[in-house]
């Protein structure tokens, strides 16, 4: 996946939703503790990669938290992907060590514009790896 | 598929799984019952309830007759854990979303949903939304 690509997507998922600043937004989710502004990160994440491959997804997703009594998010973000047309999961991971195990979703640590960035190069690369194999067969 | 998930063959499942839990756990004799009376007990504490999510699947797994891949999230709102689960099941074979579904209310409108979710506060709500994701699961592999 090109890095440009997915610097400009990122920054077209932010002119929607008018973020000026994806690394303060970011961090203060993180930082601050701050459920909506997580809620923010994720949108913008699933965005950009929906922008990516000019498609609509169907998403469920989690904003983990450091503490367990009170939702503090600690900047740990799951996401499940799925085709809305095939019912294909796109988050699909065999586990390389243990066969037969297998994983439904994305897991991505987003504390800063960078990670963010990681974040949607690699959930979009999982996706382009499972939208191949399904080609394939 | 036909899956054979009479309420009794649910229950049986259960109480497999739970004891294989407790095994796994190095834990001593603690039946559902008191471990469902300590989860009423601890309520507002979202680290108890990590245990109903395998239980849950495990059974299901049991039933199904081989391993799923899938997903939980205990579902929050600003005040807390909600008690609700919401599960997203995925078939490893064909890596098809088996909790997949369309609806329309008004014949024109398509919604799609890829959870099945339920609130879990005692056993008979662990039977029901075992029951639950059995008959989605059930439904998905018979249109596969």
Known sequence: MDREKVLQALREA??????KNLDRLVREAWEEGDVLYAEIVVELTERAVEI???QNFIWVHIIESEDCEEWIPDGWYSFVVVHPETGQCLTFLKDPVHSGKSR??????????DDAVDAVMRLAELIEQNLKSRAVE | MQLTHTEERIKQAIEEVWQELLQEADAE??????YFEDYRKYWDDPCFPNDIPELIMRTVEKIVGRP????CELVRDPAGFT???SFVVID?????????????????NVHRFI???GTVVNYEDIVRLVTKLLNQIQSALAAA
Not at chain 1, 14 to 19: G, L, M, P, R, V
Not at chain 1, 104 to 113: E, G, K, P
Not at chain 2, 29 to 34: D, I, K, Q, R, W
Request: proline fraction near 2%; include cysteine.
């Open chain 1, 14 to 19: 932010q002119a929607e939703y008018d973020i």
């Open chain 1, 52 to 54: 990516l491959f000019d």
């Open chain 1, 104 to 113: 439904a979703s994305f897991r991505a640590r987003i504390r800063s514009a």
């Open chain 2, 29 to 34: 004799n603690y039946s559902l019952e008191e």
């Open chain 2, 68 to 71: 799923l891949s899938w997903y």
């Open chain 2, 83 to 85: 008690g609700e689960y």
């Open chain 2, 92 to 108: 490893p074979k064909t890596q098809k979303c088996l909790t997949y579904r369309e609806y329309t209310f008004d014949g024109v």
């Open chain 2, 115 to 117: 959870n099945v979710a």
